[in-house]
């Protein structure tokens, strides 16, 4: 199916663990973006990627990491989860600076 | 500091009553401001963006915005709300200032009552 989708749609695991979400675009757009979403904090941007093999942090970056290997594909990782990545997390993308951000339907994270 | 500031964290219309969300901006640069909307459970659709031109926007749903310069707002209106209008609403701001990244506000949550 067209679009952007995210998986796994909900996950729990432990604090200290390794986690990776994944996000998949079939519209070949070259920005893709990763966000936080948090009660009170609207959305944060964690990292964001103009093309494969180019990355960049966000505002809120810290115990997370991406990779973009291709243009469909922005993994992200948590490397040793902590409580306070609890959060719903959104991959979104973007044809060409500034247009329209099309999102996935995120993916529900706790962290115990 | 880019910013967006969204001073009402809920509000309660009845069906059929006119709707209007504040949002402020704070941004260095030509703006570019967008509205989506948040269903439960669900990811963010847009409903409108500004770019350039008339000030006044049309978007999905029904929805207008009116960009107003002056004031650093970005006011998203509906004339007549409907029950399934009810979602959270977050306006965003984005630019060649932020190298076109979206600063997002805290979102307004609607609730619609019967």
Request: charged share 20%.
């Amino acid at each position: 199916d067209a679009g952007i989708t995210q998986s796994p749609r909900y996950k729990i695991t432990e604090t200290g663990r390794q986690v990776t979400l994944m996000c998949h675009q079939t519209w070949s757009h070259s920005y893709m973006f990763w966000y936080r979403q948090d009660l009170g904090h609207g959305l944060r941007l964690i990292y964001y990627s103009a093309a494969a093999d180019i990355t960049d942090k966000g505002e809120v970056s810290d115990g997370y990491v991406v990779s973009r290997s291709k243009t469909e594909n922005f993994p992200l990782t948590l490397e040793s989860a902590t409580r306070s990545q609890t959060s719903v997390y959104f991959c979104a993308s973007s044809e060409i600076r500034v247009n329209e951000q099309f999102f996935g339907p995120g993916t529900r994270l706790t962290v115990l | 500091a880019q910013s967006v500031t969204q001073p009402d964290i809920h509000i309660t219309v009845s069906e059929g009553a006119s709707l209007e969300l504040r949002c402020n901006y704070s941004y260095g640069a030509t703006p570019y401001l967008f509205w989506y909307v948040q269903s439960p459970g669900q990811g963010l659709q847009l409903l409108l963006k500004y770019f350039s031109g008339d000030t006044l926007v049309q978007g999905i749903k029904g929805f207008e915005a009116e960009f107003k310069r002056s004031q650093s707002s970005f006011n998203l209106r509906k004339p007549s709300v409907h029950w399934s209008d009810a979602a959270e609403y977050f306006c965003a701001v984005g630019g060649m200032d932020s190298s076109y990244k979206l600063i997002f506000g805290s979102g307004t949550r609607l609730l619609v009552r019967p």
